[in-house]
């Protein structure tokens, strides 16, 4: 079991920043490659961000791409979302999600992760 507790949301200004962090329980997170996922109104839920159980491997979505960067540290057993340079477009739920040993150490599938945490308002206005 993993649980996730999903922080740091809020209302930013564009071109702004904010950090989100994942706070994470259970003793399967060390095995578990971690995401980072946002749902915009209207839209279907997308992963954004990825690292590899270990924290060498990286996937971004093109749309965040030099924008955002996602780390972990396993010994606090935490994840963060760094988001520099915000704009309006970026304003959704942002989830993040575990997946226990996906094949290969990070997983880009949706379906193949197995916690989620309850998600975390950003806001960004113009």
């Known amino acids: 079991q993993v649980q996730l507790v999903e922080s740091g949301g809020g209302l930013v200004q564009a071109g702004g920043s904010l950090r989100l962090s994942c706070a994470a329980s259970g003793s399967a997170f060390s095995s578990s490659a971690m995401g980072w996922f946002r749902q915009a109104p209207g839209k279907e839920r997308e992963l954004i961000a990825a690292?590899?159980?270990?924290?060498?491997?990286?996937y971004y979505a093109d749309s965040v791409k030099g924008r955002f960067t996602i780390s972990r540290d396993n010994t606090k057993t935490m994840t963060y979302l760094q988001m520099n340079s915000l704009k309006p477009e970026d304003t959704a739920i942002y989830y993040c999600?575990?997946?226990?040993?996906?094949?290969?150490?990070?997983?880009?599938?949706?379906?193949?992760?197995?916690?989620w945490g309850q998600g975390t308002q950003v806001t960004v206005s113009s």
């Open positions: 690292i590899s159980w270990g924290g060498y491997n990286t």
């Open positions: 999600a575990a997946n226990y040993r996906p094949l290969g150490g990070i997983s880009t599938s949706r379906a193949e992760y197995d916690y």
